[in-house]
C-alpha cells in the first residue's frame, strides 16, 4: 500500500503538470505530516481502583462456586449417609426377624416334644390303665423346662403370650367331679358332631368312610405233597 507521501507527489504532479521526479523536490514545501493522534489515557488511579474491585468480585465468584460446590458434595454425602442407613437398618430388622423365627421355631419343637411325651402318658394312664412309666414321668420335667427357657428368650424379640405347660403333679391330680362332667360333656359334643357329618356324607363318601384302612390278607394254603 503506497504511503501519503508517494500519494502527495504523485497528485502534485498531476495537478501541475510536471514529472514525477521533479514534483519529488517541489512537493515538500506543499506537504503536511499529520501527528499521529494520541490516545487518552485515564489516570492510574481509576485503573487500580477497577483492577481491584475486579480482584473483588472474582474472589467473590469463587467463593461462591467454592461454597455451591462444597454444598453439592454435602448433599451427595448427605444421601449417601441416608443410603447407607437404610440398607443398615433393613440389614438388621432382617436379622431381628430370622432370630424371631428361630426362637418361635425352638418353642414349638420344644412344645411338640413335650405333647409327645403327654400323649404317652396319657394313654397309659386312661387307655390302658396302667401304671405310667417312670422313665416317662423323669422326662417331662426336663421337657417343661426347656419350653420355659426357649418361652423366656422368644419374649425378648416378641410380644407373645405363650401358653403354660401342665406339670407332672397336675397330671397326676385326680380331677373332681366338675371337671369329670365337663369332660363328658366335650365328648359328647365331638360324638355329636361326628354323627352331623356322617349323615351329611353322600352315598360315595359314606363308601370311603367305612372302608376299612388295611386289607386282610388270604393265607396261601399248603400244598400237601
Not at 148 to 168: G, H, Q, R, S
Not at 198 to 208: A, G, R, V
Request: some cysteine.
Amino acid at each position: 500500500m503506497p504511503s501519503a507521501w508517494t500519494e502527495h507527489v504523485r497528485k502534485y504532479a498531476k495537478d501541475n503538470n510536471i514529472s514525477y521526479m521533479c514534483a519529488i523536490s517541489e512537493a515538500s514545501k506543499t506537504y503536511n505530516k499529520k501527528k499521529p493522534i494520541k490516545k487518552k489515557t485515564e489516570p492510574v488511579k481509576n485503573n487500580i481502583l477497577e483492577l481491584g474491585s475486579y480482584n473483588k468480585q472474582m474472589k467473590q465468584m469463587k467463593k461462591k462456586r467454592e461454597s455451591v460446590i462444597q454444598s453439592e458434595e454435602n448433599h451427595q454425602k448427605r444421601i449417601q449417609e441416608k443410603k447407607a442407613d437404610a440398607e443398615y437398618r433393613e440389614q438388621k430388622n432382617k436379622e431381628w426377624e430370622h432370630k424371631k423365627n428361630m426362637l418361635e421355631y425352638k418353642v414349638n419343637e420344644a412344645k411338640k416334644e413335650y405333647n409327645g411325651y403327654l400323649f404317652s402318658m396319657s394313654i397309659y394312664k386312661n387307655v390302658n390303665s396302667r401304671r405310667v412309666p417312670k422313665k416317662l414321668m423323669e422326662r417331662i420335667p426336663y421337657y417343661v423346662k426347656r419350653y420355659n427357657d426357649a418361652v423366656k428368650e422368644a419374649k425378648k424379640y416378641t410380644k407373645k403370650e405363650y401358653p403354660k405347660l401342665m406339670t407332672i403333679e397336675e397330671f397326676n391330680k385326680k380331677p373332681t367331679a366338675k371337671e369329670n362332667i365337663e369332660r363328658e360333656k366335650k365328648e359328647q359334643e365331638i360324638i355329636k358332631k361326628e354323627q352331623e357329618r356322617i349323615k351329611n356324607m353322600t352315598p360315595q363318601e359314606l363308601e370311603e368312610y367305612n372302608r376299612p384302612l388295611t386289607t386282610k390278607r388270604k393265607k396261601k394254603r399248603s400244598s400237601l405233597n
